[in-house]
């Protein structure tokens, strides 16, 4: 598992909107992940439209999302964890949902 300073760049996509950005500025890094840790859930049955492709020094770490779910894809699997609240308001605060 990742640990939030280990996150160089954050790209961010909303499919619903096609709109994306990405974030690599350290501070800006920081109010995303400062205080990060994941906690195992069931999986929900909600479709997703949000995605986070993260980037470490030694892996990129793809993100299905939304307000609830932070699901990590790893080669088929799929890894569920609740939404940590930081991480999605700054998702939402650069890529508004419609
Ligand atoms: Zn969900």
Do not use: W
Request: hydrophobic share 35%.
């Amino acid at each position: 598992m990742f640990r939030g300073e280990e996150v160089l760049a954050a790209v961010l996509e909303n499919e619903d909107t096609k709109n994306h950005a990405k974030v690599t500025d350290r501070r800006e890094l920081g109010k995303m992940f400062d205080g990060f840790s994941l906690n195992k859930k069931r999986p929900c049955e909600c479709a997703h439209g949000q995605t986070a492709e993260l980037r470490t020094a030694e892996s990129i770490i793809q993100v299905s999302l939304c307000g609830h779910c932070f699901d990590i894809l790893d080669e088929g699997s799929v890894e569920h964890y609740r939404m940590p609240k930081a991480f999605f308001e700054e998702f939402e605060r650069r890529l508004p949902s419609e």
